[in-house]
Nanobody, 124 residues
Framework: QVALVESGGGLVQAGDSLILSCVVS????????MCWFRQAPGKAREFVAA????????NYAASVKGRFSISRDNAKNTVNLQMNSLRPEDTAVYYC?????????????????WGQGTQVTVSS
């Protein structure tokens, strides 16, 4: 049973930074491609960022490119999302997800394992 637990969400002001973390258990973490999605109230779940098992390949949504950075520590079974220059439109529940396939794209259904999410609220 693969379990993903996110942490690090909170209430911040526009322009602030925040780091989200996701700890994975129940699987060989270094075999997993990891990603972050987010979902704002009344909106569909949206791809944010992904990276491959080695961390050598990344993929970002246009809306966060240059502001957010995804990274992983295979020794700690953790994937992080560094979020800089936060905007009110970044407000959402952020979800960590994983797949054992080689996929690191934008389609949520291609990730088989999901965390419960962590709330990020950015005030203006």
């Amino acid at each position: 049973q693969v379990a993903l637990v996110e942490s690090g969400g909170g209430l911040v002001q526009a322009g602030d930074s925040l780091i989200l973390s996701c700890v994975v258990s129940g699987s060989t973490f270094s075999n997993l491609n990891m990603c972050w999605f987010r979902q704002a109230p009344g909106k569909a779940r949206e791809f944010v960022a992904a990276l491959t098992w080695s961390g050598s390949l990344t993929n970002y949504a246009a809306s966060v490119k240059g502001r957010f950075s995804i990274s992983r520590d295979n020794a700690k079974n953790t994937v992080n999302l560094q979020m800089n220059s936060l905007r009110p439109e970044d407000t959402a529940v952020y979800y960590c997800a994983a797949t054992r396939s080689n996929y690191y794209g934008v389609i949520a259904e291609n990730y088989g394992y999901w965390g419960q999410g962590t709330q990020v609220t950015v005030s203006s």
